[in-house]
């Protein structure tokens, strides 16, 4: 079981700056692929972006391409979103993911590749 913890939402107007942190206990941190989703109210829940187990290859939905990136420090067991350029179509509750299963630009996509889920934080911007 893994267990995964986000921080670092909040509001911040339109083009503005935030990271958001996920923190993993409970099983090897470097085993695992990790990603960031996000989703609005009567909305499905949105691919954002993910980082496989060494760090060495990243994947991003096209909406946030050139301003948010994705790292990963497997000393720390921790996952990292920057969010630059904040638009208010970012709004939304992003959440923490986590895989045992080898991720690639196509299935990193797909919400039943990920075993494993935070509680979530939002992030708003204001326009």
């Known amino acids: 079981q893994v267990q995964l913890v986000e921080s670092g939402g909040g509001l911040v107007q339109a083009g503005g700056s935030l990271r958001l942190s996920c923190v993993a206990s409970g099983r090897t941190f470097s085993n695992y692929g990790m990603g960031w989703f996000r989703q609005t109210p009567g909305k499905e829940r949105e691919f954002v972006a993910a980082i496989t187990r060494s760090g060495r290859s990243a994947y991003y939905v096209d909406s946030v391409k050139g301003r948010f990136t994705i790292s990963r420090d497997n000393i720390r067991n921790t996952v990292y979103l920057q969010m630059n350029s904040l638009k208010p179509e970012d709004t939304a509750v992003y959440y923490c993911?986590?895989?045992?299963?080898?991720?690639?630009?196509?299935?990193?996509?797909?919400?039943?590749?990920?075993?494993?889920w935070g509680q979530g934080t939002q992030v708003t911007v204001s326009s």
């Open positions: 993911a986590a895989t045992n299963a080898g991720i690639g630009p196509i299935n990193s996509e797909l919400y039943y590749t990920w075993n494993y």
